[in-house]
């Protein structure tokens, strides 16, 4: 029982463990399910399916869909914030950081 509790554990703290549904997602992220089915669509989200075909999402999924609602919701159009975010990620991935804009 031990093993099985530090696997429990390591789950809780794993950010990328696709631990909530899509209605549960939808609801955390204040979207509706076919925004998160766009964002699929779009190739930003790839959710795990259960053994039943449902979509989950892990909470690092669940920043990203954030992410893009805050650009949308900014007046960026879907493809666009998407667009942005995969940017975001291949800088991220070089150890650059996104300038500040001056305001």
Do not use: N
């Amino acid at each position: 029982m031990g093993e099985e509790h530090v696997e429990i554990e390591d789950k809780f703290d794993d950010a990328d463990y696709p631990a909530y549904t899509m209605g549960r997602a939808a609801e955390m992220v204040g979207v509706t399910q076919p925004f998160l089915r766009s964002l699929e669509e779009s190739g930003l989200l790839v959710p795990v399916r259960s053994g039943g075909g449902h979509r989950r999402y892990s909470r690092a999924q669940l920043r990203r869909a954030s992410r893009v609602r805050e650009l949308v919701d900014q007046g960026m159009p879907v493809w666009g914030a998407c667009r942005i975010i995969a940017l975001e990620d291949q800088l991220a991935g070089l150890g650059a950081t996104p300038v500040d804009q001056p305001h």
